[in-house]
């Protein structure tokens, strides 16, 4: 399961998950009008596998298009009427596919890779395939006339590609960015331009929560110095009262990062929080949360349902990010020990435990594989192993010392069916037996191998 991406661009999430040098992990309008237009050319429906609908409708020339149920017929379809930016913006390459189609293809993929393990279950998808990314890059140019537009750099350059209505970024965010535009112009505030070094407004970030409605604007300025602060919140806030934090970060580096080291809390409390699954979580300018939270919910339910934890089980959560799963399991386990390598990542594991009043789950920073090694020289007993590793998979010496450690159960959620094919060849030759696999659909629009799979196994042979 990916964490995010700090990183400008398009929204790359199968990159969100690399871990660069060092073992840290670097992770990746509607107007009305508009809208009615949709509603209006609202079709035919065939009904499905796994809530959504298969086919959907034909989209009238030159109108973009989108229904309840999102499925735009495959057939004839040119991508570019539904989001005019779709070639240069590069993010959703799979929309002149319908929606069905792209499903079947993911699934296809993840038995594919399976194949001699394990039959999959159908794929889930999406019941409304749009705008469920809870966070938002946007980038700002000015055009001759003076007139401010949003949208998102061209891949490898520095042009903007002008983007107002994304179709599967969250609408309010939507409504946030084209508002900005005509903010930064009335208070005569300066885009940054790279190739000049002048300007102040790099991009904005907007994340917000599903759950609990909260939204965070992050302004990434070069400086510290925004002039009438108070003011532009105060504006801003006006015209989107759903705005719960604004925070002015610092990014003064001539890189590609999105985000500088700095954050300056302008307005709230600076983080949001958000729910997924009754827990609740914080999300700062920096923090990794997962970008698709139906689907995250979804997904984490499988798994949890997999771990089909009793209250007396020690568990054990790999790979644990800030926490998410193990805090979710915690309330049905006895014990939970999360391991992360990223410093960062198990601070927020910390206090994300605490907010929830979690007094049963620690977290360790370490290399997972270590982790494990010292687990099973000491004998330690674990019942059910949950491990999310990121798009590399897991490491021998994780997997050999999860052999000598023998839960009951292990549950592997995993981002790349190639990997999570091998470690469970590896675990299969080893004294499992792979149960159960699920492919859940995170990524709906974006590249055919953006596909989680959560698979369950259990030991063959009793100890
Ligand atoms: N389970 C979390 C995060 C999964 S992403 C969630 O759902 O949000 C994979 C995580 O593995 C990242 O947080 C990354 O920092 C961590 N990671 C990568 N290599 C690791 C290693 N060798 N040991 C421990 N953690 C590692």
Same mark, same amino acid.
């Given at each position: 399961?990916?964490?995010?991406?700090?990183?400008?661009?398009?929204?790359?999430?199968?990159?969100?998950?690399?871990?660069?040098?060092?073992?840290?992990?670097?992770?990746?309008?509607?107007?009305?009008?508009?809208?009615?237009?949709?509603?209006?050319?609202?079709?035919?429906?065939?009904?499905?596998?796994?809530?959504?609908?298969?086919?959907?409708?034909?989209?009238?020339?030159?109108?973009?298009?989108?229904?309840?149920?999102?499925?735009?017929?495959?057939?004839?379809?040119?991508?570019?009427?539904?989001?005019?930016?779709?070639?240069?913006?590069?993010?959703?390459? &799979?929309?002149?596919?319908?929606?069905?189609?792209?499903?079947?293809?993911?699934?296809?993929?993840?038995?594919?890779?399976?194949?001699?393990?394990?039959?999959?279950?159908?794929?889930?998808?999406?019941?409304?395939?749009?705008?469920?990314?809870?966070?938002?890059?946007?980038? #700002?140019?000015?055009?001759?006339?003076?007139?401010?537009?949003?949208?998102?750099?061209?891949?490898?350059?520095?042009?903007?590609?002008?983007?107002?209505?994304?179709?599967?970024?969250?609408?309010?965010?939507?409504?946030?960015?084209?508002?900005?535009?005509?903010? #930064?112009?009335?208070?005569?505030?300066?885009?940054?331009?790279?190739?000049?070094?002048?300007?102040?407004?790099?991009?904005?970030?907007?994340?917000?929560?599903?759950?609990?409605?909260?939204?965070?604007?992050?302004?990434?300025?070069?400086?510290?110095? #925004?002039?009438?602060?108070?003011?532009?919140?105060?504006?801003?806030?006006?015209?989107?009262?759903?705005?719960?934090?604004?925070?002015?970060?610092?990014?003064?580096?001539?890189?590609?990062?999105?985000?500088?080291?700095?954050?300056?809390?302008?307005?709230g409390k600076g983080h949001i929080e958000d729910q997924l699954c009754g827990c609740t979580f914080a999300v700062s300018p920096?923090?990794?949360?997962?970008?698709?939270?139906?689907?995250?919910?979804?997904?984490?339910?499988?798994?949890?349902? #997999?771990?089909? &934890?009793?209250?007396?089980?020690?568990? &054990?959560?790999?790979?644990?990010?800030?926490?998410?799963?193990?805090?979710?399991?915690?309330?049905?386990?006895?014990?939970?020990?999360?391991?992360?390598?990223?410093?960062?990542?198990?601070?927020?594991? !910390?206090?994300?435990?605490?907010?929830?009043?979690?007094?049963?789950?620690?977290?360790?920073?370490?290399?997972?594989?270590?982790?494990?090694?010292?687990?099973?020289?000491?004998?330690?007993?674990?019942?059910?192993?949950?491990?999310?590793?990121?798009?590399?998979?897991?490491?021998?010496?994780?997997?050999?010392?999860?052999?000598?450690?023998?839960?009951?159960?292990?549950?592997y959620i995993s981002c790349n069916p190639v990997t999570l094919a091998r470690d469970l060849r590896y675990l299969g030759k080893?004294?499992?037996?792979?149960?159960?696999? !699920?492919p859940v659909d995170m990524f709906p629009w974006t590249a055919p191998e953006h596909v989680e799979t959560v698979a369950l196994?259990?030991?063959?042979?009793?100890?």
């Amino acid at each position: 399961m990916k964490a995010d991406k700090n990183r400008i661009g398009h929204h790359r999430d199968s990159d969100e998950k690399k871990i660069p040098k060092g073992g840290k992990p670097d992770r990746k309008k509607s107007a009305d009008g508009l809208q009615d237009d949709r509603r209006k050319n609202t079709q035919k429906r065939s009904v499905e596998r796994n809530g959504f609908r298969k086919d959907a409708q034909k989209p009238e020339a030159g109108k973009r298009q989108r229904t309840d149920g999102g499925r735009i017929s495959g057939k004839g379809t040119a991508g570019e009427k539904i989001c005019p930016a779709m070639k240069k913006c590069g993010g959703c390459s &799979l929309l002149k596919m319908s929606y069905a189609e792209q499903l079947k293809q993911k699934e296809d993929f993840v038995r594919k890779e399976l194949k001699g393990i394990i039959k999959p279950e159908p794929i889930i998808g999406m019941e409304d395939p749009w705008h469920y990314r809870n966070k938002v890059h946007a980038s #700002f140019a000015r055009k001759k006339d003076g007139s401010i537009v949003s949208g998102i750099y061209e891949e490898g350059t520095h042009r903007l590609v002008p983007v107002e209505d994304c179709l599967i970024q969250d609408e309010r965010a939507n409504r946030i960015v084209r508002d900005l535009c005509g903010l #930064f112009e009335s208070f005569k505030i300066k885009i940054y331009n790279e190739d000049t070094g002048y300007g102040l407004v790099r991009h904005v970030l907007i994340r917000t929560g599903h759950a609990s409605g909260e939204v965070m604007v992050v302004l990434v300025c070069v400086s510290p110095v #925004f002039p009438s602060k108070r003011n532009f919140v105060d504006a801003l806030r006006k015209l989107h009262p759903e705005v719960t934090t604004v925070v002015l970060n610092v990014n003064d580096r001539r890189t590609s990062m999105v985000l500088g080291k700095r954050d300056i809390v302008l307005y709230g409390k600076g983080h949001i929080e958000d729910q997924l699954c009754g827990c609740t979580f914080a999300v700062s300018p920096q923090s990794f949360y997962q970008v698709n939270p139906v689907q995250t919910e979804i997904l984490y339910r499988k798994a949890i349902e #997999f771990a089909g &934890l009793g209250g007396t089980e020690r568990v &054990l959560d790999a790979y644990c990010g800030t926490g998410t799963i193990g805090l979710i399991a915690a309330e049905s386990a006895r014990e939970v020990v999360g391991v992360e390598l990223n410093p960062d990542a198990v601070k927020n594991a !910390v206090s994300n435990a605490r907010r929830n009043n979690r007094k049963n789950i620690r977290f360790v920073q370490e290399d997972a594989g270590e982790f494990m090694q010292k687990m099973a020289a000491e004998r330690e007993t674990v019942d059910v192993v949950l491990m999310d590793p990121p798009r590399a998979g897991s490491d021998e010496a994780f997997l050999s010392s999860l052999v000598t450690l023998a839960p009951e159960r292990v549950i592997y959620i995993s981002c790349n069916p190639v990997t999570l094919a091998r470690d469970l060849r590896y675990l299969g030759k080893h004294g499992y037996r792979v149960r159960k696999a !699920v492919p859940v659909d995170m990524f709906p629009w974006t590249a055919p191998e953006h596909v989680e799979t959560v698979a369950l196994l259990s030991r063959k042979y009793p100890q």
